[in-house]
Nanobody, 124 residues
Framework: QVQLVESGGGLVQAGGSLRLSCAASGRTFSIYGMGWFRQAPGMEREFVAA????????DYADSVKGRFTISRDNAKNTVYLQMNSLKPEDTAVYYC?????????????????WGQGTQVTVSS
């Protein structure tokens, strides 16, 4: 079973950038797709970005397209989320997750392992 640890969250002003990292344990990291989700207070968890096992296919929520970039380094068992041009509405706890398959999926039920989350706060 893969265990995940997110890092890189924090407080940033609107227009700023942050880079989230998600380090995975286990030897099977490279065969699974990965995803990032977020959850704001009082809101449901929502899809942010996903990447397939090879890193060749990505998908993004419309709200972050053109601002966020997901990538992965299978040699380091790590997936990243580069967040640029941050907005106050991006404020949330961000979670990384391991897909149940090698493909990109946007559905939370398509993920089997979740990290503990990292807080991102964007001030106006």
């Amino acid at each position: 079973q893969v265990q995940l640890v997110e890092s890189g969250g924090g407080l940033v002003q609107a227009g700023g950038s942050l880079r989230l990292s998600c380090a995975a344990s286990g030897r099977t990291f490279s065969i699974y797709g990965m995803g990032w989700f977020r959850q704001a207070p009082g809101m449901e968890r929502e899809f942010v970005a996903a990447i397939d096992s090879s890193g060749g296919t990505m998908d993004y929520a419309d709200s972050v397209k053109g601002r966020f970039t997901i990538s992965r380094d299978n040699a380091k068992n790590t997936v990243y989320l580069q967040m640029n041009s941050l907005k106050p509405e991006d404020t949330a706890v961000y979670y990384c997750a391991v897909s149940r398959s090698a493909l990109v999926t946007t559905r939370p039920l398509g993920y089997g392992n979740w990290g503990q989350g990292t807080q991102v706060t964007v001030s106006s």
